[in-house]
Nanobody, 114 residues
Framework: QVQLVETGGGLVQAGGSLRLSCAAS????????MAWYRQAPGSQREFVAS???????NYADSVKGRFTISRDNAKKSVYLQMNSLKPEDTAVYYCYVWATKAYWGRGTQVTVSS
């Protein structure tokens, strides 16, 4: 069984930065795509950024130029550097990993005050 643990969320003022981390544990034979999603109150979960095992990276238009996703396969971890945060970035951020099947973390709260 694979478990994902997100850390790094918190409260920050608009314009500030946060770095989210997600570490996978358990038996992983092949680590595929890794991604971040978020869900704001009253909204559906939405895609934020992803990175494939081949190095392809994609971002939602709303975070391009402000967020950077990276991964460390040796540590089975994925990161999200978030800069120039806006109040509309406030959400619970979820880590996603494909390792034979899809796995989700429990989420970490990010709150950006104006």
């Amino acid at each position: 069984q694979v478990q994902l643990v997100e850390t790094g969320g918190g409260l920050v003022q608009a314009g500030g930065s946060l770095r989210l981390s997600c570490a996978a544990s358990g038996t992983i034979f092949s680590l595929g795509a890794m991604a971040w999603y978020r869900q704001a109150p009253g909204s559906q979960r939405e895609f934020v950024a992803s990175t494939t095992s081949g190095g392809d990276i994609n971002y939602a238009d709303s975070v391009k130029g402000r967020f950077t996703i990276s991964r460390d396969n040796a540590k089975k971890s994925v990161y999200l550097q978030m800069n120039s945060l806006k109040p509309e970035d406030t959400a619970v951020y979820y880590c996603y990993v494909w390792a034979t099947k899809a796995y989700w973390g429990r989420g970490t709260q990010v709150t950006v005050s104006s």
